[in-house]
Every structure is written in structure tokens, then in C-alpha cells.
């Protein structure tokens, strides 16, 4: 049976846990960031999402034998997850999970910051029915870029990228 329950993006809300996987220097610098703004270490919505954009890439390499124009075999290669997200609030804790100590730096006083904040992402996909609920887990979050984005007649976005190590996705 196909599945009949769809989504908009309207429908899209983002939460942000501590990873808790990866070394704990990483979890240590994300906890006091999320904690700042009121995200408690637990599974805290940060907000409703304007744009989602997830993607998994595979390097798929071709194997040619000695005299042959054709592959005779394909090997998988690395996966590669990343993606982007916008939401329409402005707090700077998107940017802090981004830079951690540097965000608060002065100018002369740079601190020596071997490990990013890295974090689980959950996005929450529900329907307005109340009939279903997809849910994108990715794991081993850290950002890559942040933008914020001004236009003259639109809302302001805040927008950031990132690299992550896995996704699952659930459906209830």
C-alpha cells in the first residue's frame, strides 16, 4: 500500500539533543550552549523550520577488468551525510553551536578550542490531523556555515548548514 500521508515543510519542527556518542570534549562544549538558551540537555524544540534539506551521497566507484570498455563491478564507497536548515528566529545559538568558545571571544582573547560542539538532530515531521508523524534522526550533527539573510519584504532566516555522520528516518 502506498503511503498516502504527506507533508508540507510548514509541518517541520527541529530539535536539538547532545551527542552523547562521539568524544565527550565535543559533548562538554555543546551542553553549557544549549543550557545558555534555555535548551535543556534533554530533547528541546528549537523551532519551526522554514526549509529542510538533508541529503546522503555514496561514492559509488566502477571496478573496469584488464581489456573490458564496461564495469564489471561497482563498489560502494563513502557516505557522505549533510544538508541545511532555515528558521525564522534569531537567538544565536545556531551561531554558538557553530563556533563554540570563539563566539564569545574578544578580539586578543582567542581560546584554544580543539573540539566543535557536535549534537543529535531530530526532525519532526507532523501532521496536522494528528494522524502520523515521520521523524528524521541525524546523528553526529556539527555545523559548517551560518547565514542570515535580511530581504526587503520577507521575514529575516537564519539559515545554517551542516555535516553529520548518520540519518534514520521513523515512521509512526
Known sequence: MPNVRVFRGTDARLF?????????????QTDPILEEYNYH???TEVGRLHRVSI????????????????????????????GLVERAYINGALLRLL???YANAGTGDVPYQQ???????????????GDGRNTLFVTGVKLEGWTLNIPDDDFI?????FKAINVKQYEN
Not at 532566516?157 to 548548514?161: K, T
Open 99 to 101: 563556533m563554540g568558545n
Open 41 to 43: 540537555s534533554g530533547v
Open 55 to 82: 541529503s546522503v551521497t555514496n561514492t559509488v566507484k566502477p571496478y573496469y577488468a584488464n581489456g573490458n570498455r564496461l564495469a564489471s563491478l561497482l563498489r560502494p564507497g563513502l557516505i557522505g551525510v549533510e
Open 16 to 28: 536539538l539533543t547532545t551527542y552523547r556518542d562521539g568524544p565527550w570534549q565535543e559533548a562538554a
Open 157 to 161: 532566516m537564519e539559515a545554517v548548514a
Open 115 to 129: 573540539y566543535q560542539p557536535a549534537f543529535y538532530m531530530r526532525v519532526f515531521l507532523d501532521r496536522p490531523a
